[in-house]
């Protein structure tokens, strides 16, 4: 699963380096996902194909979406790696 994302945001990269497209609409729209509409991957992929019709947009706005909205928990890592459990939140992790 990581190497697909890794690839696919890979290829959007170097796509997006030799088009040279203006994105910053589909930047407009990834950024303006409602709340219930990012409750899940689902949510967002629904959301995100109903806007968007082309895949390199869709992949376009997901990066997006991901730059803005997920961050690393630094101090519940160090807080793992001590081997302390740390309290729970209602945060996505991902292992």
């Known amino acids: 699963m990581r190497k697909s994302l890794i690839s696919s ?9 030799i088009a040279q497209t203006n994105y ?3 930047d407009k729209i990834a950024l303006s996902i409602p709340e219930d509409s990012s409750k ?3 949510d967002i992929s629904t959301y995100l194909k109903s ?3 082309q895949p390199e947009y869709q992949l376009r706005a997901a990066f997006v979406w ?3 909205n997920i961050d690393y928990d630094i101090d519940k890592l160090h807080l793992l790696r001590k081997g302390i459990q740390p309290p729970h939140n209602n945060a996505i992790t991902l292992a």
Do not use: G, H, Q, R
Not at 9 to 17: A, D, E, G, I, T
């Open 40 to 42: 899940s991957t689902n």
């Open 9 to 17: 945001l890979l290829s959007l990269v170097f796509f997006s380096l």
């Open 24 to 26: 910053t609409e589909i």
């Open 51 to 53: 806007k968007l019709t």
């Open 66 to 68: 991901i730059a803005k």
